[in-house]
């Protein structure tokens, strides 16, 4: 089985960079799309981001398009989400997740403890 393991949150000021890693072991976890979800108390869990395990395909969320990045190293076997020009809004907990289905219908088959992510207005 596949296991992730979630780094790099933080508190950072509006307009900041953060840049959340994430190592994953076990199974056939290369041959899985990786992702990131996040989510915020009282809102539902919210999709961030996914990449194909060839890194050919990617997709992001209409809200983190243009200021969120996605990649992967599979030598190293980790997911990276980018974030730059961070908003209040962006305040979260990020989980990182591993999918078979592909990032066309990412919902996430395994999942990291997550990482706090917080950005002072």
């Known amino acids: 089985q596949v296991q992730l393991v979630e780094s790099g949150g933080g508190l950072v000021q509006a307009g900041g960079s953060l840049r959340l890693s994430c190592a994953a072991s076990?199974?056939?976890?290369?041959?899985?799309?990786l992702g990131w979800f996040r989510q915020s108390p009282g809102k539902e869990r919210e999709f961030v981001a996914a990449?194909?395990?060839?890194?050919?395909?990617?997709r992001y969320a209409d809200s983190v398009k243009g200021r969120f990045t996605i990649s992967r190293d599979n030598a190293k076997n980790t997911v990276y989400l980018q974030m730059n020009s961070l908003k209040p809004e962006d305040t979260a907990v990020y989980y990182c997740a591993a999918d078979y289905r592909g990032v066309g219908a990412f919902v996430g088959d395994y999942w990291g403890q997550g990482t706090q992510v917080t950005v002072s207005s």
């Open positions: 990449i194909s395990w060839n890194v050919v395909r990617t």
């Open positions: 076990g199974g056939t976890f290369s041959r899985y799309a």
